[in-house]
């Protein structure tokens, strides 16, 4: 193997390890998300449930700006400096100290903003308290990013999985405990805060025993200046993406009654499942990306964003089968009442299918000094989702906020490539992509006649069986790309 095969093949690796342990802690985090919310919904209803999922809505929502980027910041510059630890050190106490700022102050507006937030959407009497004690969260789980973020940047995959598992475990205990207990959205808001406490506690005391990087003060003004000049878009991003992302959640709340947030929030939940796969490999692409960039590797980055982007497009396909055709079954399984939200899980797999197929596009961006694009990217679809929702919601309800939003998470996703492609020469589509398309057609079909004798839950997990195991069969027929045999091969030999 050559010295350039070598180096993309332990960049593949390095992606490859952050996507399969990502995978790992997915699952974990989803079984919990799974769980917690088949608790809720089970024993407070979709009204109550509705309640708690609007309230965490919210907080996600701000919780993208209250670390003013320093998250994303602190991946490029830990991984692009590997050689100055003293520098290292200096960006994680700056990283620390603004998320530790901002988050508090945003913390203060939201807690003090409860009344007006619930007067404008749902109306709920329990909803101002439960909003103002999940606002106490806040500080702790935007901190949370930052240790995540470190161990993003120095490529440890191990340590961003257990930070990623840790939390939501924490928040199913809690709010388990609670719900036994006896306490309704209140009891449930004050157990969700203190898991948060609870995991940041954890997963610092974690970070700080893993490495020896140690938060340090006295970061010079330039440096600070170059940090923020790339941080700061990085937020003003944050905040579109919200717009095109969550608002939708918002606006239905504004509109519809607490209940439809409830239908709309699990079946926009099922849909995200297809965006696991991008979502690890972007954990340890970004920072892959900007050491191939700093040193010129323009070839071998080029490689690399094509591979993980078939890798992306081809896990997304298998998992879009099960939540297309059985997807009545599977909402059936929160209650009969989620059932009615249908046809916002079709419009938003495709909507997660187009963001597949995109691969890693923005990290890219922002990895190769074009946050400001990104950040237009943001804010530039993100005020159009917010004008199709107010005209798609009040004309067709739920399906006009699914349609909104998936068909601008498609368009953006689209303009992300050609971009990519401009501004970087990169391009990550090959022949090959038509190998999971067919492999996808051969398992639906499958899975299609299998509930024709079916039905209910069985048929979730048996035809979900049979048509992973008709696509993976299919693929493996038509026979598997090169890197991909030698990192198969890689990872038995490991396990021998």
């Not at 969700?192 to 970061?219: H, K, M, N, Q």
């Not at 009545?328 to 249908?342: C, D, K, R």
């Not at 492609?421 to 499958?446: D, H, N, Q, R």
Request: with cysteine; net charge negative; glycine share 8%.
């Amino acid at each position: 193997m050559s010295d350039e095969s070598s180096s993309e093949f332990r960049s593949l690796r390095s992606v490859a390890d952050g996507a399969t342990l990502h995978y790992v802690g997915t699952l974990v985090v989803n079984l919990a998300g799974f769980l917690l919310t088949l608790v809720l919904t089970r024993t407070l209803g979709a009204t109550i449930y509705g309640i708690y999922a609007y309230g965490t809505m919210v907080l996600q929502s701000v919780l993208t700006v209250s670390n003013f980027g320093t998250d994303v910041s602190a991946t490029r510059y830990l991984s692009a400096n590997r050689g100055d630890r003293a520098y290292q050190n200096r960006i994680l106490g700056l990283a620390y100290a603004t998320t530790l700022a901002v988050s508090l102050l945003v913390a203060v507006v939201l807690f003090v903003a409860a009344p007006t937030i619930n007067a404008y959407t749902l109306e709920e009497p329990l909803f101002e308290p439960a909003m103002q004690v999940f606002a106490l969260a806040l500080p702790f789980q935007a901190l949370t990013y930052v240790v995540s973020s470190t161990f993003r940047g120095l490529e440890m995959a191990v340590g961003k999985t257990v930070v990623m598992v840790v939390g939501p475990v924490a928040q199913l205990v809690a709010v388990v405990i609670a719900v036994a207990i006896g306490y309704s959205v209140l009891g449930v808001a004050a157990a969700y805060a203190i898991a948060c406490l609870v995991a940041f506690s954890a997963v610092f005391w974690y970070v700080l025993s893993r490495t020896d990087l140690r938060p340090e003060l006295g970061i010079s003004r330039r440096e600070a200046l170059d940090f923020y000049d790339y941080s700061a878009p990085l937020t003003l991003s944050e905040a579109g993406n919200f717009l095109f992302k969550r608002v939708d959640v918002f606006m239905v709340g504004i509109f519809l009654a607490a209940a439809d947030v409830g239908i709309y929030n699990v079946a926009v939940l099922l849909a995200t499942i297809l965006a696991m796969p991008l979502i690890g490999i972007n954990q340890l692409f970004p920072p892959v990306a900007s050491r191939l960039h700093a040193d010129d590797e323009v070839d071998e980055l080029e490689s690399v964003y094509a591979t993980v982007t078939r890798w992306s497009i081809t896990a997304s396909v298998v998992l879009a089968l099960p939540v297309v055709i059985y997807r009545t079954e599977v909402l059936a399984l929160f209650g009969p009442e989620f059932v009615a939200g249908t046809s916002v899980v079709l419009l938003f797999v495709a909507g997660q299918l187009f963001n597949a197929a995109a691969g890693p596009a923005n990290d890219l961006l922002t990895m190769t000094g074009h946050q400001y694009v990104v950040m237009v990217n943001h804010l530039v679809f993100g005020g159009l989702n917010v004008v199709l929702n107010y005209y798609l919601i009040l004309e067709f309800g739920l399906v006009g906020a699914a349609l909104a939003t998936a068909g601008v998470l498609a368009a953006m996703n689209a303009v992300r490539v050609v971009e990519v492609w401009y501004l970087e020469g990169l391009f990550a589509y090959s022949t090959e992509l038509w190998k999971p398309l067919v492999a996808g057609a051969v398992a639906a079909a499958l899975m299609s006649f299998v509930g024709l004798y079916v039905g209910g839950l069985p048929l979730v997990i048996v035809g979900s069986s049979i048509g992973v195991s008709a696509f993976l069969a299919t693929l493996y027929w038509f026979g598997l790309d090169e890197r991909d045999r030698e990192l198969a091969g890689d990872y038995i030999n490991m396990i021998d």
